[in-house]
């Protein structure tokens, strides 16, 4: 019960934190967490931030590459304006938005970010078809558009299927760790994926 109570009072004081802050949404902060962990984002790189909207992931990165870095940014959703930030809205799945994120930057990119997620209809075949979908493109996008040694950030859920994921994606890059940022609601079984080194 008092277990409870902490963990709903520890995510409300991310939501409050944001909200100070002027970020975006709560998710900052697990960007951040990762980012430390890992040392992903450095001045000067160029990175994609899939399932970008409201923006608080495309806040933080351009935060830590600026002046020469770059973000390319997409979601179905609208997202405001930010500076340094080239937005592309529609769904990466459509072949026609694919096709813009892979020729929008005439170089490749150093580091991809994905916290999208497909909608969750609670009937796992379908639940794991669509986000094996998600997959499959964001695969494809690192064979596009990510440099040799370019690293990975992934949101996916912990399931059945997630030895399955992790297997494709290793074969991909050099390492993969798995992180559940503390500001990640305790009850929600998104993980994230870090894929370090994309070996081609
Ligand atoms: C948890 S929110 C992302 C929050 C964001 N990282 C931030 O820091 O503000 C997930 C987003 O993924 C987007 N999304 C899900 N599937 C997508 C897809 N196939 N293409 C583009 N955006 C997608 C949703 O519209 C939603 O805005």
Redesign the pocket.
């Known amino acids: 019960m008092i277990n409870n109570w902490l963990k709903v009072n520890f995510n409300d004081f991310f939501t409050k934190k944001a909200k100070q802050n002027k970020f975006?949404?709560r998710?900052?902060f697990k960007?951040d967490e990762i980012n430390r962990k890992y040392n992903l984002l450095k001045p000067g790189i160029s990175v994609i931030d899939?399932?970008?909207?409201?923006?608080?992931?495309s806040q933080y990165t351009i935060s830590k590459i600026k002046p020469n870095g770059k973000v390319i940014a997409?979601?179905?959703?609208f997202m405001y304006p930010i500076n340094g930030v080239k937005f592309i809205q529609?769904?990466?799945?459509d072949d026609e938005i694919f096709y813009k994120l892979t020729t929008v930057s005439k170089n490749k990119m150093q580091l991809i970010l994905s916290?999208?997620?497909?909608n969750i209809s609670g009937i796992s075949l379908i639940d794991n078809k669509n986000f094996y979908n998600?997959l499959t493109k964001i695969i494809l996008l690192c064979r596009k558009v990510l440099a040799k040694n370019g690293n990975l950030v992934m949101k996916i859920f912990y399931n059945g299927e997630m030895n399955r994921y992790m297997k494709i994606i290793s074969l991909l890059f050099n390492d993969i760790k798995i992180n559940k940022p503390v500001a990640s609601k305790s009850k929600s079984k998104e993980v994230y994926i870090i894929a370090i080194k994309y070996k081609f």
């Open positions: 975006r949404s998710s900052w960007l899939l399932g970008s909207s409201p923006g608080s992931w997409c979601d179905i959703l529609g769904n990466f799945c916290d999208a997620a497909p998600l």
